[in-house]
């Protein structure tokens, strides 16, 4: 991920998108964690005009105004250019990044990361963060649920900054009950003598497969490609306005 | 006074996790829904609440039909108390707890403050009405939630597992609380796992099995049914289960039992 080249990151998009078809998981699905990475995105974007209008004219190196805003700002084709590849470069990872939390059991993932030599206390901590994603996520909307029947409105019907303000109103058993939850798991797993020994076995293992080279390969291929163009580009970015 | 005629739900379309349910609530009953984990009780309560939106058939509170009203005018009539209390509480400070409601329908701070503290002596946390709510016992914590759908008057209250989790001085602190807000005029629903329970405090049981509701009669009878008990997956009581093997009668032991256990209990 350290191409910004339209023509790679295009490419890119196009398989993660057909991967993630050919998974079978459904829209609704992803729905709210897709809007909710869209609204991260679009902050960032705005923050990028915001403290850098001219990054892309000092990238690509020439200077195509569209029109004058106020100030420092304006519109400039280039730093749109640029802007539209910063958001492309999401685009590629989010239904890649969908897939793979889906996708993932839990334990396998754990069990894979120990085998390539880290240290099975990081693989455990890392597959009880994903594995309670969907927990996390069944709480919010009973406690959601809960504050509605108590007046909070968080349906469509109110204002959106009135919304914003009531979410809040969530966050804090959300919070509680996320804390407490913590806290029972550490106590069992305290109980079941997690982290006395060096080792452990692992029942989700599986033997590396042909398909596994095979996705190992492809990741690679996919690696030299935009290393290439970037040699190809003489930099990370595809200049068109040369 | 609610009706629910040929209520269906699933939470995906493949698997109704509910169907077919019809029932009829009277005024100033007191109600024990049981059924194994999974049966539907809490989705029925969900339903009702309007939480979820049934595939099929009407829910109707006094011939109203209750299918357009949103999560907030249900919450009007019928009040919800969950199982998880964390899962409710959201301010720091118990009268602020209890008040939100009232402030969020715009009421005068004089009127919150009136109808706030009525609700804190009924749950008998009156007391503790400056108290912060993380200084509570899970049983407490449980009644500032009761007092928190309270204010709300509703007209009927269900409560899900309203003793999972209490020790026994605490589940009867918290029953007879319960019955005293029935004889009040307040109807309550029970989704409840405790088979002494349902015997000792409700005259009527909906038992569910499976999604499908497959008894509406009195604990009593219940007990007296092992084929319908093993349908629902139920366990009898040990107090059932003594009598049985004394050879007693065992619905007029249970009865006295729990008559002189009140009574010792009182002095």
């Known amino acids: 991920m350290i191409t910004y080249d339209t023509r790679v990151l295009a490419g890119m998009f196009f398989t993660g998108v057909v991967f993630f078809i050919l998974s079978g998981f459904k829209w609704k699905e992803v729905r709210f964690a897709v809007f909710f990475m869209a609204v991260l995105m679009g902050i960032n974007l705005i923050g990028i005009f915001l403290f850098s209008p001219e990054q892309g004219v000092k990238i690509y190196g020439t200077r195509h105004e569209l029109c004058h805003l106020f100030w420092r700002y304006s519109i400039v084709t280039e730093q749109l250019f640029y802007m539209f590849n910063f958001m492309m470069k999401y685009l590629v990872v ?113 033997p590396f497969m042909k398909r596994d080279y095979a ?13 290439l163009c970037m040699f190809n580009n003489g930099g990370r970015y595809f200049n068109p306005f040369l | 006074m609610l009706t629910v005629e040929e209520l269906s739900f699933g939470y995906t379309p493949d698997k109704e996790n509910l169907s077919d349910i019809n029932f009829t609530i009277y005024k100033g009953e007191m109600v024990s829904i049981v059924g194994k984990n999974g049966a539907g009780k809490s989705t029925l309560a969900k339903l009702l609440c309007g939480f979820v939106t049934q595939n099929h058939g009407s829910i109707t509170l006094k011939g109203r039909n209750l299918a357009d009203d949103t999560i907030k005018e249900r919450a009007g009539y019928i009040g919800y108390v969950m199982q998880n209390p964390n899962q409710m509480i959201s301010k720091p400070m118990i009268y602020d707890e209890v008040a939100m409601s009232l402030r969020l329908k715009g009421m005068t701070e004089e009127q ?67 019955k005293e807000l029935n004889e009040r005029g307040i109807t309550v629903l029970m989704i409840t796992h405790d088979m002494h329970l349902m015997l000792e405090y409700t005259e009527r049981s909906l038992v569910f099995s499976e999604g499908h509701m497959i008894a509406d009669t009195t604990p009593a009878k219940l007990f007296s049914d092992p084929q319908l008990l093993r349908r629902a997956s139920l366990k009898e009581t040990s107090l059932f289960e003594l009598a049985k093997r004394c050879g007693l009668d065992s619905e007029s032991y249970i009865e006295k039992f729990i008559r002189y256990d009140r009574q010792v209990r009182n002095k």
């Not at chain 1, 009973?142 to 909070?152: F, L, N, T």
């Not at chain 2, 749950?123 to 200084?135: D, M, T």
């Not at chain 2, 003793?163 to 602190?173: I, L, N, P």
């Open chain 1, 94 to 206: 989010i239904p890649v990044a969908l897939l793979f939390i889906m996708a993932t059991n839990p334990s396998e993932f754990a069990a894979s990361l120990n085998k390539i030599g880290v240290s099975y206390r990081v693989g455990y901590a890392v597959a009880i963060a994903l594995r309670y994603i969907p927990d996390v996520q069944r709480d919010y909307h009973e406690i959601s649920q809960a504050q509605q029947a108590r007046g909070v409105d968080l349906s469509r019907k109110d204002k959106t900054l009135e919304r914003l303000k009531n979410s809040a109103a969530i966050l804090f058993p959300l919070v509680l009950s996320s804390l407490q939850r913590i806290e029972f798991i550490s106590n069992a797993m305290e109980l079941r003598g997690f982290g006395k020994q060096k080792k452990r076995t692992w029942i989700m293992e599986k």
């Open chain 1, 215 to 227: 996705a190992v390969v492809f990741a690679f291929v996919t690696l030299a490609v935009s290393v």
């Open chain 2, 112 to 178: 919150v403050q009136e109808k706030v503290h009525e609700a804190l002596k009924i749950c008998g946390l009156y007391p503790f009405r400056n108290w912060p709510v993380s200084a509570l016992s899970y049983g407490q914590k449980k009644r500032v939630t009761i007092a928190s759908i309270l204010v709300q008057e509703p007209e009927i209250l269900i409560l899900d597992e309203p003793t999972a989790g209490q020790d026994f001085r605490h589940y009867t602190e918290i029953m007879e609380f319960l």
